[in-house]
T-cell receptor, first 109, second 112 residues
Framework: DAKTTQPTSMDCAEGRAANLPCNHSTISGNEYVYWYRQIHSQGPQYIIH???NNETNEMASLIITEDRKSSTLILPHATLRDTAVYYCIVRVYGNKLVFGAGTILRVKS | DSGVTQTPKHLITATGQRVTLRCSPR?????VYWYQQSLDQGLQFLIQYYNGEERAKGNILERFSAQQFPDLHSELNLSSLELGDSALYFC???????????FGQGTRLTVV
């Protein structure tokens, strides 16, 4: 599975959009981009995934660049409960998820 | 609630002992994954089973073993426990070649 690079930490004001970037320059054609988050030692929570097209669900939007070498997770209206570690993972369906260090997102009031 | 159930939630045991962690996947999920998360390390992949067969192996110690049973629940056995084995152990499950893997709430193991 391809490696990903994320900023170590980010701050966001409550109510504003949180934009979390991820680089995955060695991604293969059959690899999907996944986002998970982990809130304080709870089990990681699935957020969203995508292959090429932008995706949106009730939690977030995923924007993938045309060359697929990077992506951005957008939380449209961040709340304090969104404070967590966010993991960007590249994975072939059915394979293991390889977690990096992730981005610590701190949402501040 | 992800639908993945892990028991027990907490476990305290002494060095040298053996413990078994249990995972019940979501209904219909054939794949089970085990992860370890220590304080000073991130989420480390241990092992994956698919429909009873081992599918992928990570940096799992020889003192650790796992299996997936015909009813698809899985157990992770940790033996000759050391202080350094204290960690959160997570189980996740997904359908065949599934898009999403869903995680349980983990078992917190403390070795004293």
């Amino acid at each position: 599975d391809a490696k990903t690079t994320q900023p170590t930490s980010m701050d966001c004001a409550e109510g504003r959009a949180a934009n979390l970037p991820c680089n995955h320059s060695t991604i293969s054609g059959n690899e999907y981009v996944y986002w998970y988050r982990q809130i304080h030692s709870q089990g990681p929570q699935y957020i969203i995934h995508g292959l090429k097209n932008n995706e949106t669900n009730e939690m977030a939007s995923l924007i993938i660049t045309e060359d697929r070498k990077s992506s951005t997770l957008i939380l449209p209206h961040a709340t304090l409960r969104d404070t967590a570690v966010y993991y960007c993972i590249v994975r072939v369906y059915g394979n293991k998820l390889v977690f990096g260090a992730g981005t610590i997102l701190r949402v501040k009031s | 609630d992800s639908g993945v159930t892990q028991t027990p939630k907490h476990l305290i045991t002494a060095t040298g002992q053996r413990v078994t962690l249990r995972c019940s996947p979501r209904s219909g999920d054939l794949s089970v994954y085990w992860y370890q998360q220590s304080l000073d390390q991130g989420l480390q992949f241990l092992i994956q089973y698919y429909n009873g067969e081992e599918r992928a192996k990570g940096n799992i110690l020889e003192r650790f073993s796992a299996q997936q049973f015909p009813d698809l629940h899985s157990e992770l056995n940790l033996s000759s426990l050391e202080l350094g084995d204290s960690a959160l152990y997570f189980c996740a499950s997904s359908v065949e070649r599934g898009a999403e893997a869903f995680f349980g709430q983990g078992t917190r193991l403390t070795v004293v």
